[in-house]
Every structure is written in C-alpha cells, then in structure tokens.
C-alpha cells in the first residue's frame, strides 16, 4: 500500500494495549498447554522453505510472522514454567549435599538423591525442549524481518509509468470514474434487493437512535462544550484562557470525530453496501482523521483571533495563508489514505495509480513549498515567561527548510515514475510536522494547566510536573515518529519484547518488571524507615534525657539500617540472586579501591562519629580554624555553622584523624577568664574585694567550684587581675563576659580607682642642636 503510516499510528496504541491485555492474562494462566512440537517442526519447515524460495508476497509473509511470534511466546512461558516447584526441588538436593566422591552413602539418601535428579530433571526437560523452540522461532522471526525489509525497500524503489505520459489520463480518469459509480451503485442494488431492503427495516430503530444522537451531539455538543469551559474561559489570568482555547477545540475534534463514527456506523447496520464499500466505512474514522484534526491543528497553531497568542510567531497575513494550508494538506492526507484504500481493492492500473500519485502529490507539495516557506519567514518572538512557549526561531526554521526541500523531491520522484517513494517521503515529512504540532501545543496546554493548579499562576508554567508531563509525552510519541517514518508494526513490537526481557548481567535477568518493583519496594522500604524515624526523632526520643547529640545518633543509625534492609528485601524479592552479582561487586570493589577512596573514607568516619560520638548535632568546635556549632552530621559531611551564619562543610575523614577542639563534648560547662588592669598605687586586696563579688553574683556562673580574682602580676602599664569563673553553659560566654565588663566599670569607677591606659614619654637626644639650629641666622628659615 501507498500510504499507511497514518493508520498505523492511529492503531498503534490500541494494539499495544491489547498486547499488554493479552500477555497478562496469558501470565495469569496457572496451567500451562505443552506445546504441539510436531505440528511446531511442520510450521518451521513450511518457514524456512518459504524463506529460501523468496516467492512469497509481503502479506503471506506477515501472517507467517504472526504465527511464529505467537508460538515464540509460547514457548517463552514454557521456559519459566514451574518456578516454586524448581526452587524446592533445587533446595532439597542442596540440602542433601554433594555426592560422596567415593559413590557411596546410605542407601536411603542415595534413593531420595535419585528421586529428587529425577523430578528435577522432569522439569528441566521441557524447558530445555521449549528454549531450543524459542531460538528456532527467534531465528526464523529475524529472518522474515530481513525479508520484509527488502521487499519494502523494492517497492519504495520500484519504478512506475511516468504521469507525463498523456495517454495514461484518460484511462486514470475513466477507472476513477468507474469506481465511484460502482460504489454507488452498489448502495442502489443492496436497496433493490428485497431480502437486504427488509434487513434494514428490521434494523430501523438502531439506525434512528445513532442518527439522533449523531445530531445531538452536532447541534448540542459546542453549546455544552461551551457551558463546561465557561468558567475557565473566564479566568483573569491569560493561562486559564488559552486551556479553555485548547480544550474547547480538542472537545469538538472528538464530538465531531464521533459524529462520523456514528454515521458511518448507521451505513454499516444498514447493509446497503458491498464488500469493497464495507472496507471503507470500516476505516471512515481513520479516513477522515486527518481533515478534522488538521483543521483542529490550524486553529491551535494559526488562531484566527489576532490577539490571541501562538506558538508560531507569524505575521496576520502569513498567520492566515498557513491557517488555510494546514487545513488544505490535511484534506490531501485524507484523499491519499482514500486512494490507498481503493488501490488495494485492485481496480486501478499501475498508470492510473500513478496519476493519481502524481495530482496528490502535486497538490500536497505545492501547500508544503509554501508552507515551508511561511515558516521560513517566521519573526523572532520575545514572550515572557507568562506567555505561549513559542518553538525556537532555528527549529522552526529548518522545519520550514526541510518541508520545502521534500516537497520539491516529492514532485520530482512522482514524475520519473518513483510513485511509492514520492508519497512514503512526503507523508513521512507532513505527518511528523503535523505530530510536532500536536505536541507543541499540548506541551503549552499541560504548562497552562500547571500555572492554574500553582499557587503562583505566573511561575507556574515552568514548575516540575509540567516539565515531568511534558517529558513523558515525548517519550510516548517516539513509537509514533517510528512508524511514521516507516518501521514497520512488528519491528516496533520486536524491540518492545527485546525490552521487556531486558538484559542479563552474569546469571541476573533485569527486565523493567523487575527493576520497577525493585524501585517501588525500595521506595516503600524508604517512606517507611522516614516514618520510624520521624515518630522516634518527635515522639519517643524528645520525652527521654538523652541529649540532642545522642538523639541525631540513634536517629541516623537507624536510617542507615532502613536503607539497608530496604535495599536488601527488595533485591531479593525481585527475584535477584545477590551471589550472582559477585562480578559487579568485584568491579565495584576495583572502583572504590582506585576512585572512591575518599568517599569511603568519609562514609567510615561519619558512622565513627555517629558511634564513638566525639562530637555531637549541638556542640561547639572548633576545627582547621573554622569555630562554630555542629548542624548535621551527614554520610560524607559535618555541617559546621559558625558564629557569623555562615555554614562550613568539613569531610568527616578531617574530624576523625585531625585535630578537633570541642568546647562542649559530654558537658556545657566552660570556663571564661576576664582580665582586669588598675593602675599602679591601687590596694590590691581591695581591688580583689570589689572583682569577687561580681562574679558570685551572676546567675550563669557555677557556685560550686566558686569564681576566683587571681593576680596575674605586674605589667608595664597596670597591676593585672584576671575573673575566673565556670559557666553553667559555655555558649552563654560572650554574653556573660560582656556583662562582667560592664559591672567592673561601674564599680571600679564608683571607687575611684583608675583603669589605666598605655602612655609614653618622648625623649629627644641633643636638645640644643635643634635650638641652635633655629638660632643660626646664615640658615635659611
């Protein structure tokens, strides 16, 4: 067929999801069939004499690919069938042991052993039987795809009648004509034939009830459309507007895709057709797709609204031209899907296809030259951040380069006579355009919908759901872009299955199953280990005595052993067997040896901190020079706030082999010592009277061992005392002695006694040279 990537993908996930069905509900199955290996060996040999004789057409050869595919699966389930009953039989030899070397044991084990090798071997056998199934299956799969491959490469090359030759017109459009009216006329024969007249009669009240509700929807599906989004529309911010824009416009894409739905489902409970019009109103929906959703697409893309905002940062005039040609290249894919349809009932000639291709071809490529070139001339746009995300100028640009350049090869081929090749490249080049347009403008729908359920509407376009959403519908829609370009169905389920078997490292299976439920265990485990250490941290460890240090410990330790356990149980209950990672951990261990010694090392020493406890969450340190009180003692890391707010982060490694000052380890309590100078004449013991009281007057200083006023001595300038006291809490320092300066100026002042200050006397040698000096007259002053 000419054209059919558009149906492909518009089947694609409603297959894929049947396939999925089908597979889990297949697993489900407890009973498993054995397979029919005689009839299996006649079905290869029928394969691979076909493969070798290259006669066979491309339909014969999907449909053999259908069968084998559903008896590789087959033999898949085989494989893993009986896996409880394989575990137990496996645990009970290895419960008995080795064999003894010499060949003799009692006899009674020496019959258990038997029996066990036997039941064993009972069911290796089938899955030994079904493996090899597989491979053969695999092989012959892999060899049909090589075949279809190069039959589609030879059609897409194979080469036509050219549409320049004149005398095929006539003929084209005779056969066309003849077509149609023999698709008519079939209606006309099915009403003159009493018997099918009389089944549509009987099928009238079905008939009315999908008429009626096909013109409901029509007259009544905007107004409701409308009345639902009326208060989205509304809105004051401008996102809650453009989403009602695109919802109000995607709703009446699917009322009116239904509506033809409908309808063409009244023309088949009528019967007044034949077999070739049945085809057609089977694939009327997919048919007209592409004009009802082209149209919806302009309308996103090209508002007619020109104050509305687009992606596309067009000029009014080109915003309307591109608005008439999105439009009028969806009406052609929908004409080329139709010819396609009527060429596979067999009517057409090979010249007339080929004029046909070539007035499609002309058509479609003419608007995409032009549109191409619209896009081309795109302005750049400045939107700020609360506006449509427009597409980036370069893109858009080479878009509009890329869909010029097709356009003009597309005719060219179509002319030479490459029919197949004009049109699988133009539709491959319209039909990704038309998917990027669809994803640009559902990006901006989901970035609107986050901007309205954010708190902030303005930054909410950008936040991280939006960007999450966005990213997964991308991904979604490679499958698409594939099989627009030309993979073929099977190849994309191909890759599908080789992804859901996943990879094998050593003697390990990892398929996305398995990694997915090893993720969610350990991501409960996880959520869990959170909640036992958020109750203990709030509600059983801050009714106990035990200091904060002591908390931050138990807490810690007891998120590293949750993260443990929950990494274990879910490695085993994914089915992993961790001995056989023994390679990986070897590798591991070679990486840490050489490149993560240093993480290492701080992860050892932070569980030394947390066990040994030479500093605690709370305590003041002093560390490399860096002074300040512990925050959090993390896996590799000690956070250190120092007194001027500013968070110092020293490698645990530095705290348990360097040198730590803790100010606070197991006590608050601290000594300050305040020095004192008087001047000189000052009775000392008086002195010592006035300072001591001072100082066992305070509330924070320690009564017992009690202040003392020591005299440190004589210095240059003062007779030097210093206060010393113990503080109850240590951190309570700087105020205290701030407040002990105060009271020893207030006191010493009230006394009169000096505090004095550094003087100097200037002595200046030969006094009398600077006077006589001055004193010369023969010197200039």
Not at 164 to 185: C, H, M, N, Y
Not at 382 to 403: C, K, N, S
Not at 423 to 433: D, E, F, M, N
Request: proline share 4%; glycine share 8%; aromatic share 6%.
């Amino acid at each position: 067929m000419i054209f059919k990537p558009f149906l492909k993908l518009s089947k694609f996930v409603l297959i894929l999801w049947l396939g999925l069905w089908g597979a889990l509900a297949t697993a489900q199955t407890s009973a498993q069939a054995t397979p029919d290996y005689s009839r299996w060996a006649a079905t290869a040999d029928m394969a691979q004499d076909t493969l070798e004789s290259g006669t066979a057409n491309e339909a014969f050869l999907i449909k053999l690919r259908e069968q084998l595919a559903l008896r590789r699966s087959e033999f898949s389930e085989v494989q893993s069938s009986n896996p409880a009953r394989l575990a137990i039989l496996e645990e009970q030899l290895a419960a008995l042991g080795p064999a003894p070397e010499s060949g003799t044991e009692p006899a009674e084990i020496a019959e258990r052993r038997a029996r066990l090798s036997q039941d064993l071997d009972a069911i290796l056998a089938p899955r030994i039987r079904a493996k090899e199934a597989y491979k053969q299956a695999d092989g012959l799969i892999r060899e049909i795809d090589a075949a279809l491959s190069a039959k589609q490469t030879e059609n897409l090359l194979a080469l036509g009648p050219s549409p320049i030759d004149l005398r095929l017109w006539p003929e084209a459009i005779l056969q066309v004509t003849e077509k149609f009216q023999s698709l008519a006329g079939s209606v006309s024969t099915a009403w003159n034939t009493p018997v099918l007249r009389s089944k549509a009669r009987d099928q009238l009240p079905l008939i009315l009830t999908l008429l009626l509700a096909a013109g409901l929807l029509l007259m009544q599906g905007r107004v409701w459309l409308a009345r639902a989004l009326r208060p989205l529309s509304r809105s004051k911010h401008s996102s809650g507007v453009d989403l009602a824009r695109y919802l109000q416009g995607l709703g009446q894409l699917v009322i009116v895709m239904l509506c033809v739905f409908l309808l063409s489902r009244v023309w088949s409970v009528s019967r007044l057709y034949d077999f070739d019009l049945n085809v057609l109103l089977q694939a009327a929906t997919w048919i007209f797709a592409p004009l009802f959703i082209s149209r919806w697409l302009a309308s996103q893309l090209c508002p007619m609204d020109d104050t509305a905002r687009s992606a596309l940062s067009l000029s009014n005039r080109s915003r309307v031209q591109a608005r008439f040609l999105i439009r009028w290249l969806g009406v052609v894919i929908s004409a080329m899907i139709l010819t396609d349809y009527l060429r596979d009932m067999g009517d057409f000639s090979s010249g007339t296809a080929a004029v046909i291709v070539f007035v499609l071809v002309s058509i479609a490529g003419v608007g995409a030259f032009r549109l191409g070139g619209l896009l081309l001339g795109q302005s750049h746009g400045t939107p700020d951040a609360t506006e449509v995300e427009q597409v980036p100028h370069r893109f858009v640009v080479r878009l509009g380069q890329g869909m010029a350049f097709t356009a003009a090869i597309s005719i060219a081929l179509s002319v030479i006579g490459y029919s197949d090749l004009a049109v699988a490249l133009l539709s491959a080049v319209l039909l990704s355009a038309g998917l990027l347009g669809i994803l640009v403008v559902t990006f901006d729908a989901v970035r609107n919908t986050s901007a309205m359920l954010s708190t902030d509407p303005s930054t909410g376009h950008d936040s991280l759901a939006a960007v999450v959403v966005n990213a997964s519908l991308t991904v979604a829609s490679l499958p698409v872009f594939a099989l627009i370009l030309g993979m073929r169905r099977s190849e994309l389920t191909e890759l599908w299955s080789t992804f859901k078997s996943g990879v094998t490292l050593g003697e390990v299976q990892l398929s996305p199953g398995v990694v997915l439920q090893l993720i969610v265990v350990f991501v409960i485990g996880l959520l869990m280990t959170r909640l036992v250490q958020r109750t203990l941290k709030n509600r059983i460890l801050a009714k106990t005595k035990i200091d904060a240090g002591g908390q931050n410990a138990i807490v810690s330790g007891i998120g590293y052993l949750g993260i443990f356990l929950a990494a274990v149980v879910a490695i085993t209950s994914a089915g992993l067997d961790l001995s056989s990672l023994a390679i990986v951990a070897g590798a591991l261990s070679v990486g840490i040896g050489f490149g993560l010694q240093n993480i290492v090392s701080n992860f050892v020493s932070g569980i030394i901190l947390l066990i040994e406890r030479p500093i605690s969450v709370g305590d003041w340190i002093e560390v490399g020079g860096n002074m300040g009180i512990v925050k959090k003692i993390s896996v590799r890391s000690t956070s250190i706030q120092t007194f001027d707010r500013t968070d110092v982060i020293v490698p645990n490694a530095d705290l348990v082999s360097g040198t730590v000052t803790n100010y606070t380890h197991g006590s608050s309590v601290g000594r300050i010592i305040v020095p004192v100078g008087v001047a000189y004449g000052n009775d000392t013991r008086e002195i010592e009277q006035l300072l001591l009281p001072l100082a066992q007057k305070h509330p924070l200083v320690l009564k017992d061992p009690a202040p003392s006023v020591v005299f440190q001595g004589f210095g240059a300038d003062s007779l030097n005392f210093e206060i010393r006291a113990l503080l109850d809490d240590i951190n309570f320092g700087l105020t205290v002695r701030s407040e002990l300066n105060h009271q020893i100026y207030e006191v010493l002042t009230t006394h009169g006694i000096e505090i004095p200050f550094r003087q100097r006397d200037i002595w200046i040698r030969n006094p009398e040279a600077l006077g006589g000096a001055r004193s010369d007259p023969s010197q200039p002053s």
